[in-house]
C-alpha cells in the first residue's frame, strides 16, 4: 500500500476534512474510542473490509485474495476496521450512517485527488440547486434534525 490513514472516531462536533494524493489503493484504518458501534459508509468508491475486530489491529488481513466488498461496515466500540479503496477523484461523504451520529460529528469529507477536482465542473442543474437552497436556508428555519447524509 502507497498510502495510510489511521482514522479514531471519537464523540465530538468537529467536521473533519481528509485529503488524498494518491490514486493507489488506499488503506484506511478505523479506531472506535466510543461506547457505541458505527456503521461507517464511503461515497463513490467500492471498499473491502480487509479486518474487523476488537482493540487494536494486528496487522492480519483476513481473506486477502478475495475480501469482503461492502457499502455500509460496521466498527464495533472498542474495536478496529481495516478498509481498502481505490481511491475516485472527487469529494466524497464519509459518515457514520445513524442520522444523529452524523450530525453529532461523525462525518467527514474526503477530497481525493484535489488537483482533478479544481478542475471539475459543476453542472448547472447541481450549482443553481445549491445557490436555491443557500437562499432559502438563509430565510428560513432549517426543520431537520440530522445531517441528511
Not at 498510502?3 to 490514486?23: P, Y
Not at 476488537?54 to 457499502?71: F, L, Q, Y
Not at 448547472?124 to 443557500?134: L, Q, S, T
Amino acid at each position: 500500500m502507497e498510502a495510510t490513514h489511521r482514522f479514531g472516531l471519537s464523540s465530538g462536533t468537529d467536521r473533519q476534512d481528509r485529503r488524498f494524493r494518491s490514486l493507489a489503493p488506499f488503506l484506511l484504518l478505523l479506531l472506535a474510542n466510543h461506547i457505541s458501534s458505527h456503521p461507517m459508509h464511503l461515497h463513490g468508491h467500492n471498499t473491502y473490509i480487509l479486518a474487523e475486530g476488537s482493540g487494536e489491529w494486528d496487522g492480519t488481513i483476513a481473506r486477502p485474495r478475495n475480501p469482503h466488498r461492502r457499502d455500509v461496515y460496521l466498527v464495533r466500540s472498542g474495536g478496529h476496521l481495516v478498509l481498502q479503496f481505490d481511491v475516485n477523484p472527487g469529494v466524497w461523504a464519509f459518515h457514520c450512517h445513524i442520522a444523529w451520529h452524523a450530525s453529532g460529528g461523525f462525518f467527514s469529507t474526503l477530497v481525493a485527488d484535489s488537483r482533478k477536482v479544481q478542475r471539475m465542473r459543476i453542472p448547472g442543474d447541481i450549482r443553481e440547486n445549491c445557490r436555491a437552497w443557500d437562499l432559502w436556508s438563509k430565510r428560513n428555519v432549517v426543520d431537520q434534525i440530522d445531517s441528511g447524509a
